[in-house]
């Protein structure tokens, strides 16, 4: 009777396809990991999330890391670090996709997620859009699967008619209910 040894089972072209397979799969939650910190999480020395987001009007600084940030500033950072973990997510999974090593299944399931997260993209670019024609300054839209927050630059603090006005684009462009989307203001 033959023994296999675990090193020729683990290094065989099935094995090292798995592993390469998990390792893509773990890189990509770590980029939702971070994007979820950044975006929604409890990062507020990172300054994104809801720690730095205030009602009362403080002027047009915040302080973030000891320096002080400008509103508009807050809004280009934000869709940077945004587009930052997109493209990361997508440079892993076009990785998995171009893999001679990965199983159909996995490549079929980066694929839908590509679609995803280029569908993502293009409904807040829409969103955003959609809001600033409304009248605001600045707007930015995160969508994180059935939830999306929406923060935009405004002086006063928003009435229940500008509210319904952000849900109403909301839910025409991406159908995401209004129970699902946290409207924020920066001042």
Do not use: H
């Amino acid at each position: 009777m033959a023994k296999i040894s675990f090193k020729s089972k683990v290094f065989s072209k099935a094995g090292k396809r798995n592993l390469i397979i998990v390792c893509a799969v773990l890189l990509i939650g770590l980029a939702v990991y971070l994007n979820y910190t950044w975006f929604y999480g409890a990062a507020g020395d990172l300054g994104y999330g809801q720690n730095n987001m205030t009602d009362e009007p403080a002027g047009n600084t915040d302080t973030q890391g000891g320096q002080n940030v400008s509103v508009s500033t807050y809004f280009s950072a934000t869709q940077l670090s945004r587009k930052q973990a997109r493209d990361e997510a997508l440079d892993v999974l076009q990785d998995v996709v171009a893999s001679e090593e990965a199983q159909e299944a996995a490549k079929n399931d980066a694929m839908v997620q590509m679609s995803k997260i280029a569908q993502d993209i293009q409904n807040e670019a829409n969103i955003e859009s959609l809001v600033k024609a409304k009248g605001y300054e600045e707007c930015v839209a995160v969508i994180n699967g059935e939830k999306i927050n929406v923060i935009v630059k405004s002086g006063e603090a928003l009435i229940a008619s500008q509210v319904a006005q952000i849900n109403e684009i909301v839910y025409e462009a991406t159908g995401i209910l209004p129970a699902n989307v946290k409207i924020m203001r920066k001042s």
